[in-house]
């Protein structure tokens, strides 16, 4: 019986902790004319091992998965993608050869120069700002609440920035 409940309690920890559930930028722009929300972008490669550490550790981390869920339309896109994209009335590919890697056009149009990188969308699409390079749940939480509760639009200055830093309380448990 022992045995039977501790296999339960561990298939229960498994399959009920948080997973990001990734969309197409297609699909997260048309969701957004239904029910609009903002958008996430997490931009990768495939041979990006911290790329792979971040979705494992940042972005699957139990609540920030959780609140990206209910406050963004996630999305995956690789920086180094083959794939031709039309978006905002616009043709976007990836112009080098097949046999060299080289930036998808979107990606460029976006101000992405490195992987990861993470951008913020607003509602209708636009910019709201990029966090380049590899960072943890607890670091990216205070924009995740910021820009869910669309408060960025009060900040203007380093110091404001600064100063939400310094009272934000996290409410991620390790």
């Not at 009920?16 to 903002?38: C, D």
């Not at 990768?44 to 550490?53: G, I, L, M, R, V």
């Not at 590919?93 to 979107?106: I, M, P, Q, R």
């Not at 669309?150 to 404001?160: E, V």
């Amino acid at each position: 019986m022992k045995k039977i409940s501790s296999f339960f309690a561990l298939f229960l920890l498994i399959f009920s902790s948080a997973q990001i559930k990734w969309m197409t930028l297609e699909e997260a722009v048309e969701a957004q004319r239904t029910v609009p929300k903002k958008i996430l972008i997490e931009f990768y490669t495939d041979d990006c091992t911290t790329c792979k550490k971040m979705e494992s550790e940042t972005f699957n981390h139990p609540q920030i998965a959780e609140s990206l869920q209910k406050n963004y339309y996630l999305v995956k896109f690789d920086a180094e993608s083959k794939k031709n994209i039309t978006l905002f009335g616009r043709n976007f590919s990836n112009t080098g050869s097949k046999k060299t890697k080289s930036l998808h056009e979107f990606t460029q149009f976006m101000s992405v120069n490195a992987v990861p990188t993470t951008v913020f969308l607003d509602e209708q699409s636009m910019p709201i700002t990029l966090l380049q390079g590899s960072i943890t749940a607890k670091e990216l939480e205070p924009y995740v609440s910021l820009i869910s509760s669309d408060n960025y639009k009060k900040i203007s200055s380093r110091d404001q920035w600064e100063t939400y830093q310094k009272k934000f309380k996290s409410k991620l448990k390790d």
